[in-house]
């Protein structure tokens, strides 16, 4: 299937946190130079210079929320979303002129979130991954604006599977997935299939004739043979398009 690649990523987690310490360093230097560019515009109405500034810093927020939940979705320590929101609220106070900013936070630690994030990665059919923040953005100089905001990033999963006896040694299986970016349709970067044998997981590959078609707006069916297992448990791996790991397990049903 095009833009889908099958199998699992491996990487060290040394690899790991570096590459996620990098993305987010990436993100507040990038943030630092569009404040940057922003403050030295002359801008003729103050109210827009403003709303320039509300849209830049949330987009900052957003972006550091992302990038926290990707690395926590891979392995990463979830307290390092309060510290990546920590540096991002320094960056902010200490860059920005003439205007004086400052950016207060609160991460979510109820409702099963742990520092911000929820992972849960059920045997239900179900999984999800999300992050969860409060911020209170205070802007004083030309124009003063004091905004209270949350947000929110949740990618999930939905699987389904059932089976038909081929023979007596073999069934086909069959597993439809849906995947949902805040509720909505989503498509997946990576999708990764796997099926409980003698209490291991095992990797569904092309010796099991897998098949894995997109059928658009975030559904993909998979299809593969194997021996004869019942109950026959399976597990999906997916990655979305802003690199958030999710997984979902479920018992097939025969039919």
């Known amino acids: 299937m095009k833009g889908l690649r099958r199998g699992v990523r491996t990487s060290s987690s040394g690899q790991l946190f570096l590459v996620a310490a990098l993305a987010v360093a990436i993100l507040i230097s990038s943030t630092t130079m569009y404040i940057y560019r922003l403050t030295s515009i002359s801008c003729s109405s103050a109210s827009q210079s403003i709303s320039d500034l509300l849209f830049a810093l949330k987009q900052s927020t957003l972006n550091t929320l992302t990038s926290s939940l990707v690395n926590a979705s891979r392995g990463g320590e979830v307290t390092a979303l309060t510290n990546n929101l920590h540096s991002l609220s320094l960056l902010i106070r200490n860059c920005y002129q003439p205007e004086v900013c400052h950016l207060a936070f609160s991460v979510a630690n109820e409702s099963h979130y742990d520092s911000g994030i929820l992972l849960s990665w059920d045997t239900n059919g179900r999984g999800l991954s999300s992050v969860c923040a409060n911020?209170?953005?205070?802007?004083?100089?030309?124009?003063?604006?004091?905004?209270?905001?949350?947000?929110?990033?949740?990618?999930?999963?939905?699987?389904?599977?059932?089976?038909?006896?081929?023979?007596?040694?073999?069934?086909?299986?069959?597993?439809?997935?849906?995947?949902?970016?805040?509720?909505?349709?989503?498509?997946?970067?990576?999708?990764?299939?796997?099926?409980?044998?003698?209490?291991?997981?095992?990797?569904?590959?092309?010796?099991?004739?897998?098949?894995?078609?997109?059928?658009?707006?975030?559904?993909?069916?998979?299809?593969?043979?194997?021996?004869?297992?019942?109950?026959?448990?399976?597990?999906?791996?997916?990655?979305?398009?802003?690199?958030?790991?999710?997984?979902?397990?479920?018992?097939?049903?025969?039919?």
């Open 135 to 255: 911020f209170t953005l205070q802007i004083s100089g030309s124009v003063s604006i004091s905004e209270e905001y949350g947000l929110n990033i949740t990618t999930a999963t939905i699987i389904e599977g059932s089976y038909a006896r081929l023979d007596d040694e073999r069934q086909l299986v069959l597993v439809t997935c849906n995947v949902l970016n805040e509720g909505r349709p989503a498509l997946a970067r990576n999708v990764s299939l796997y099926y409980l044998s003698s209490g291991r997981w095992m990797p569904v590959n092309a010796s099991h004739n897998l098949s894995i078609v997109d059928r658009g707006v975030g559904t993909y069916t998979m299809s593969f043979v194997v021996d004869s297992i019942s109950p026959l448990e399976v597990s999906v791996h997916s990655y979305d398009m802003r690199g958030i790991f999710i997984r979902a397990n479920t018992t097939c049903h025969e039919v």
